[in-house]
């Protein structure tokens, strides 16, 4: 076998086995509404489970005030994700609060409750919060890391 063809069939099987794209996954034009939301919106692109239902929705109280609720779910796992414009955001703060950085450099709060786990942060006149609703755990127990959320965030495009 010649070297270029070995070559060949090694960067088919790296490319197609590192694609982690799932068809489930929203995409923005998925989103009805999407355009009322007055910035540039990113999703995420990675999540730690192959979503089996996805649904996106926008919500809108007043000209400044639209939400965007993203929700991927499996018969064990729900993750959500708010995109808020930062005009409109109500501060978060809570008990347990940890400051983390992404990997960016943003800095990012990270709340955990015992029910959920949220990491909350701001890019390009939003503000983004993805909340792990814990179900199928001990309570008390985060079911993933924070530096697996972090690996999330860095996954929105």
């Given at each position: 076998?010649?070297?270029?063809?070995?070559?060949?069939?090694?960067?088919i099987?790296?490319?197609?086995?590192?694609?982690?794209?799932?068809?489930?996954m929203l995409?923005?034009n998925d989103i009805?509404?999407i355009?009322?939301?007055?910035?540039?919106v990113k999703?995420?692109?990675r999540l730690?489970?192959?979503?089996e239902?996805?649904?996106?929705e926008?919500?809108?109280?007043?000209?400044?005030?639209?939400?965007?609720i993203?929700s991927y779910?499996?018969?064990?796992?729900?993750?959500?994700?708010r995109?808020?414009?930062?005009?409109?955001?109500?501060?978060?703060t809570?008990e347990?609060?940890?400051?983390?950085?992404?990997?960016?450099?943003?800095?990012?709060k990270?709340f955990?409750?015992?029910?959920t786990?949220?990491?909350?942060w701001?890019?390009?006149?939003?503000?983004?919060?993805l909340?792990?609703?814990?179900?199928?755990?001990?309570?008390?127990?985060?079911?993933?890391?924070?530096?697996?959320?972090?690996?999330?965030?860095?996954?929105?495009?």
């Open positions: 076998m010649k070297l270029s063809t070995l070559i060949f069939f090694v960067l099987i790296f490319v197609t086995g590192c694609n982690n794209s799932d068809p489930n995409a923005l009805e509404g355009k009322k939301f007055p910035h540039k999703l995420p692109t730690p489970f192959d979503v239902v996805s649904r996106g926008v919500n809108e109280y007043g000209p400044n005030d639209v939400h965007i993203l779910f499996t018969k064990d796992d729900n993750i959500e994700v995109i808020t414009s930062l005009e409109a955001l109500d501060v978060m809570g347990n609060e940890q400051r983390i950085q992404l990997i960016n450099g943003t800095y990012a990270y955990f409750n015992g029910h786990q949220i990491l909350s701001d890019d390009n006149q939003s503000n983004y919060s909340t792990v609703y814990l179900h199928g755990v001990e309570e008390g127990t985060e079911k993933y890391t924070v530096d697996e959320l972090v690996e999330i965030a860095a996954s929105f495009k």
